[in-house]
């Protein structure tokens, strides 16, 4: 069975690496590039938590567990993260806009990556190579 982690590993080392070799250049145009890593920390690790979370209810043969178990782990995913952002939002002052948002674009990308993930994980299922990988 193919790892299904594989590419949303190579994302989170790009975009770190990409972050410390940048700094500088980040820092200049006002991005703490400190948020940066630690928020693409805590939307990789959200990331692979919804995708266990899904990935139990995808080898059910009940339909409302399989939508149950996605529903699930899209929901854990999002509070993770929107308490994360309210704790930065009380804590830093200023806060790091740019940082931010460059955050929320690195959300958008993990979950098209975890989505891709969920299907390929369903359809390996389907085709009968084996359990779930998680």
Request: some cysteine.
């Amino acid at each position: 069975m193919k790892n299904i982690y594989l590419p949303i590993i190579c994302i989170f080392i790009i975009v770190n690496g990409v972050a410390v070799v940048f700094s500088k250049a980040l820092t200049a145009k006002g991005i703490d590039t400190n948020m940066v890593i630690g928020g693409n920390l805590l939307i990789a690790i959200a990331t692979f938590l919804g995708i266990f979370i899904s990935g139990r209810g995808l080898a059910s043969k009940n339909p409302q567990a399989v939508v149950r178990a996605m529903m699930g782990g899209m929901m854990a995913k999002f509070f993770i993260l929107l308490i994360a952002v309210a704790v930065y939002a009380m804590s830093a002052n200023p806060i790091n806009r740019g940082g931010l948002f460059i955050c929320l674009g690195l959300y958008l990308v993990y979950h098209f990556m975890g989505t891709v993930a969920m299907m390929l994980q369903k359809k390996q299922l389907k085709d009968g190579q084996g359990k779930s990988s998680v």
